[in-house]
């Protein structure tokens, strides 16, 4: 492997560094205006699931069988994205006001 050697002649060491940071900044800069966090997903249980929704279990059950809402299972635990059932949410709201349903 080839290696490549850079001399800088007539720029001080201060001058490079200064070059380095302003190179480094303005990265920086584009990275804050082009970059979005990724949202943790919470997931909540059944009964914050029914609570959050003011529902009951056997509402909160007959709307996982009829697919509205979607459950992950881990061993006998279940729960709920609740980013995807405030979606759902939204969007059975809009469902209904453009007259579909």
């Known amino acids: ?3 490549e050697t850079i ?3 007539g ?7 200064n070059l380095i940071d302003e190179k480094i900044k303005a990265q ?30 056997v509402t909160l059950h007959e709307w996982v069988h009829k ?3 979607k459950p992950y299972k881990m061993g006998n635990k ?4 609740r980013k995807e059932v405030l979606e759902t949410l939204y969007n059975s ?6 007259g579909n349903g």
Do not use: C, G, V
Not at 11 to 17: E, F, I, Q, R, V
Not at 93 to 98: A, L, R, V, W
């Open 1 to 3: 492997m080839a290696t």
């Open 93 to 98: 709201n809009k469902s209904h006001s453009n």
């Open 28 to 57: 920086l800069d584009e990275l804050k205006t082009n970059w979005t966090p990724k949202e943790p997903d919470d997931f909540m249980s059944r009964k914050e699931t029914a609570n959050l929704l003011k529902i009951s279990y």
């Open 78 to 81: 279940t729960y709920f994205s």
């Open 7 to 9: 001399q800088f002649l």
């Open 67 to 69: 697919q509205i809402l």
């Open 11 to 17: 720029t001080t060491p201060n001058a490079l560094a």
